[in-house]
C-alpha cells in the first residue's frame, strides 16, 4: 500500500518532466485578467483566449471530458483543430479539457492549465501587472471595447495526455521577471 502511495505522486511528477524534456512547446494567448477578480492566493489565474470550438453537437455535457486537438497557428500561438468526446486514432497533440456549457453552435471549455503558481509574495504582483494590461487597451471601431495592446501567453509543453504549464509571458518577457523589474522601479522610485 506504501508503495503504491509513492508509486502515483512519482509518476505524476516524471510525467511532468518528461513532458518538459520532449513534448511540444505550445503558446496559449491569455486574456487579462479582469481587475475586480479577487486576489486568489498563491497562484495566477489564466483566461485563455482559446476556450471554445464551434460544434453543431448539443450533447456536451457539463463537466465532461472533451479532447480538443491543437496546432500552431500562422501566428505562432496554439488553436483548436478539432474537438471529441474520444480518444482520435490521429498524430496530432490534444489537451484534456472539460466541458463548459454548449450552445448548439459552439462548445465552450476550460483548459486544465489555468492556474500559474507562484511564490506567495509574487502571485498578487503578477496578477496585478497582467490586470494592468487592461488599463493599456485601445479602443476598436469606437464601440467602446479595448484591446490589450501588450501580448499575454502562456508557454506549455504537451506530450501524450501531459500538459505541463511551465511560463507565463508579457510581451515575451516571463512573469517573474515582470514581477522583479516592478520591483526594481518602485525600489528606485522610493530612493
Request: hydrophobic share 40%; aromatic share 12%.
Amino acid at each position: 500500500m506504501v508503495l503504491l502511495q509513492l508509486a502515483l505522486p512519482s509518476k505524476m511528477i516524471y510525467d511532468q518532466h518528461k513532458a518538459v524534456q520532449v513534448g511540444t512547446p505550445y503558446k496559449f494567448k491569455t486574456q487579462p485578467i479582469d481587475p475586480s477578480d479577487p486576489f486568489r492566493g498563491k497562484y495566477v489565474f489564466l483566461n485563455y483566449e482559446m476556450d471554445s470550438f464551434e460544434s453543431q453537437d448539443d450533447s456536451w455535457p457539463r463537466g465532461s471530458e472533451l479532447y480538443v486537438y491543437i496546432a500552431a497557428g500562422a501566428d505562432g500561438f496554439a488553436q483548436a483543430t478539432q474537438i471529441s468526446s474520444t480518444k482520435l486514432e490521429i498524430d496530432q497533440d490534444f489537451v484534456l479539457a472539460e466541458v463548459e456549457w454548449g450552445s448548439g453552435s459552439e462548445v465552450f471549455f476550460s483548459l486544465p492549465f489555468n492556474r500559474f503558481y507562484m511564490e506567495e509574495g509574487k502571485a498578487y504582483e503578477a496578477e496585478t501587472a497582467m490586470s494592468d494590461i487592461m488599463d493599456i487597451g485601445i479602443t476598436i471601431g469606437g464601440e467602446g471595447q479595448t484591446e490589450p495592446n501588450t501580448l499575454c501567453y502562456a508557454l506549455v509543453y504537451i506530450y501524450g495526455e501531459t500538459a505541463r504549464l511551465e511560463d507565463v509571458f508579457i510581451d515575451d518577457v516571463s512573469i517573474r521577471e515582470v514581477v522583479l523589474q516592478n520591483r526594481a522601479k518602485e525600489k528606485a522610485a522610493t530612493q
